[in-house]
């Protein structure tokens, strides 16, 4: 799981080409290896696509890029985090700071494959991280951003 979210921070230090973005919108490139969305909210917990490792298919992951758990510059080791609900189903997470990005995980593999799930099936996910806050991520269609990150997985 270290990996997987190490692997997810290295993706955040490749600045991506702003014109790419456009063709996978609403989803944002950050680098050419992660792809974020942001909620309905505009809240600062996005969620983040880019290749596991250790499958070499997409995974979501959740990215905060926000400052406010995770100072600038700042890191931290992976810990367990409070359970998220997603769509009304509580999930465990495993948190780490990197470089001052908060970037969460499911901690199981039926709690990621419940998150990619829901982001690939193209209807609207629902996160409460249990503040009475949820947010309203859209249903998108991820063949884009999936070919996207393929691609820069089989570069050179």
Not at 17 to 32: K, L
Not at 47 to 72: E, Q
Not at 115 to 123: E, H, K, R
Request: hydrophobic share 40%.
């Amino acid at each position: 799981m270290k990996i997987a979210i190490l692997y997810a921070a290295a993706s955040l230090l490749c600045m991506c080409n702003p014109a790419s973005a456009q063709s996978t919108e609403p989803w944002r490139s950050v680098s050419t290896t992660l792809f974020v969305l942001q909620s309905q909210e505009k809240a600062d917990l996005l969620l983040g696509a880019n290749v596991d490792s250790r499958t070499n298919d997409m995974t979501i992951n959740l990215f905060d890029f926000g400052g406010k758990i995770c100072h600038d510059g700042q890191d931290e080791p992976v810990s367990s985090a409070t359970p998220i609900s997603i769509n009304g189903q509580l999930v465990r997470f495993i948190s780490g700071c990197i470089n001052g990005t908060r970037i969460l995980q499911p901690s199981s593999a039926r709690g990621k494959k419940f998150l990619n799930d829901a982001v690939a099936s193209g209807q609207p996910v629902v996160l409460d991280e249990g503040f009475n806050r949820p947010l309203h991520y859209p249903g998108t269609n991820t063949s884009a951003i999936r070919g996207k990150l393929r691609a820069a997985r089989d570069a050179m």
